[in-house]
């Protein structure tokens, strides 16, 4: 589903990925760990062409994301994203917000992206505040009309950066929850989270990544029982203290 | 000192009689009015456009938007009506500057007025929609692309909606000065409402009424703009956002 083959990627003379590779099979979850400045933003935000990249491939459902020739808007519109920071557009009301790319991407009509939506707001426990806008919700609400936005667009797989991080905790579950929901339906998601927990659950594999690289990519229970890299080992062990 | 004050002097006819003091003083309101209006017309329209290009990734579209700034906020507004009024129509092609010329000479002066004051603004107006962009979260156009919006439409949908609503306070600003800088319009022999208040000073010997009404009118427009502005903003304020 996703290939991503030696990209590297530098602002100036700063590397910010260095000769990255993975991919993500039809099904699969993989969660993305490593220290803050890693680049795992940078990596997932070129998975769907959001940033660009000097070199390197990346294969999205058979289409070549650095390609001049892509169409990039057509690509992300089946590939769902969910920011740490929900990023729905507040002066619209969670109907609009989940309604507005149906309508004038996939060119649904207003009833039908109204009828999708509130379907998915439901899924999430959230068709009572249909109606409201996002500035009316908490931040773990308003994470989870977020992934419901990004279900509306029927996506063929879902990238997650740092979904929970600026939650209070006492949010973090709600959200997670979802987010389970998915992997178990068998959603194709990459999930940049430090959620170990999360991993445990519903992962398939785990990145680790440091200084632009990818240190370690691993089966959740090798990567869980005996990561291979002492940096990985160490960042195991900090996330795992609190 | 023994001023007489004598604010029937509007009511009496102007030499020509064809209208009274009065009349000259609406005419140059209405001249005004339609002045500033059309001018900030001009402002947004170009200034939105500009302000857009300026925050968009393509080099030679931010950098034409960085130039036509430079330009027209650097070059005093005076400097730029006389070459508006004075120097371009020498510089158009030679039938289509005579046929320009032809034309009614009141017209040409509003049209370079209107064009000056609009362009002028227009630069003004433009930095304040970049920085009403640019003061939206970065997340807010990677989330309207990541949908499959094109960038176009990211703008349209969900950067201007927020950008706008934020520099109301600004933009009420400069609506307010665009009906204030309208009189330079009077040196290229424009009658807008100030030139029309000097007349009568000129023609009577009652300036502090002239003064004192062409005062209140531009106080008075002050405040139909404040109060147009702020109902605007009431009206288009985000539910949930601060102040709600
Ligand atoms: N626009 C940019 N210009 C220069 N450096 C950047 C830019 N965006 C990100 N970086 C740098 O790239 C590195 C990786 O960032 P990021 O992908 O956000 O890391 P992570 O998500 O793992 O915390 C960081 O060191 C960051 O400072
Ligand atoms: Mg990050």
Request: aromatic share 8%; proline share 5%; with cysteine.
């Amino acid at each position: 589903m996703i290939a991503i083959k030696n990209v590297s990627k530098h602002y100036g003379s700063f590397q910010v990925l260095s000769e990255c590779s993975t991919q993500v099979a039809k099904g699969e979850v993989i969660v993305v760990c490593g220290p803050s400045g890693s680049g795992k933003s940078t990596l997932i935000k070129c998975v769907n062409g959001l940033e660009p990249f000097q070199s390197g491939e990346i294969i999205v459902n058979g289409i070549s994301v650095g390609d001049p020739k892509t169409n990039l808007p057509k690509l992300r519109a089946h590939v769902g994203m969910v920011f740490q920071n929900f990023e729905l557009f507040p002066h619209m009301s969670v109907t609009d917000n989940l309604a507005l790319a149906q309508v004038k991407v996939l060119g649904r009509s207003r009833e039908e992206a109204v009828q999708r939506g509130h379907q998915l707001l439901e899924r999430v426990g959230l068709l009572a505040q249909a109606e409201k806008f996002p500035g009316q919700l908490s931040g773990g609400q308003q994470q989870r009309v977020a992934i419901a936005r990004a279900l509306s667009m029927d996506p063929i797989c879902m990238l997650f950066d740092e979904p929970t991080s600026a939650l209070d905790p006492e949010m973090v579950k709600e959200v997670l929850d979802v987010m389970v929901g998915l992997a178990q339906e068998g959603m194709t998601m990459m999930v940049v989270t430090h959620e170990m927990g999360f991993a445990r659950r519903v992962a398939h594999r785990v990145i680790f990544m440091d200084q632009g690289r990818i240190v370690e990519d691993a089966p959740k229970e090798d990567f869980f029982g005996a990561p291979r890299s002492e940096r990985a080992q160490l960042f195991l062990s900090k996330i795992l203290q609190h | 000192m023994g001023y007489h004050w004598n604010w029937g002097v509007f009511a009496s006819p102007v030499p020509s009689g064809e209208t009274s003091y009065l009349g000259w003083m609406i005419s140059g309101f209405e001249t005004t009015l339609a002045l500033s209006l059309s001018a900030w017309l001009i402002a947004l329209v170009i200034g939105s456009g500009m302000g857009v290009l300026r925050t968009v990734p393509n080099r030679w579209l931010a950098g034409l938007a960085a130039a036509y700034v430079e330009l027209f906020r650097n070059i005093p507004l005076l400097v730029q009506l006389f070459i508006w009024y004075f120097v371009l129509p020498e510089l158009l092609p030679a039938g289509l500057g005579d046929a320009y010329k032809g034309t009614n000479p009141l017209l040409q002066q509003f049209v370079a007025a209107m064009v000056c004051l609009g362009l002028f603004t227009g630069a003004r107006v433009c930095e304040q929609v970049r920085s009403g962009i640019n003061s939206l979260p970065r997340g807010q156009k990677y989330a309207g692309l990541a949908l499959g919006l094109t960038l176009p439409q990211t703008y349209r949908y969900a950067l201007l909606p927020m950008a706008f609503r934020i520099i109301v306070p600004p933009l009420t600003s400069e609506f307010l000065n665009i009906f204030k800088n309208s009189a330079v319009a009077s040196t290229i022999g424009l009658l807008e409402l100030a030139a029309q208040g000097r007349q009568l000073v000129d023609y009577t010997a009652q300036p502090y009424e002239s003064f004192i009404a062409v005062t209140l009118t531009f106080m008075a427009l002050n405040a139909i703009v404040m109060s147009l502005m702020h109902l605007l903003e009431a009206r288009t304020r985000v539910p949930g956002s601060m102040g709600t």
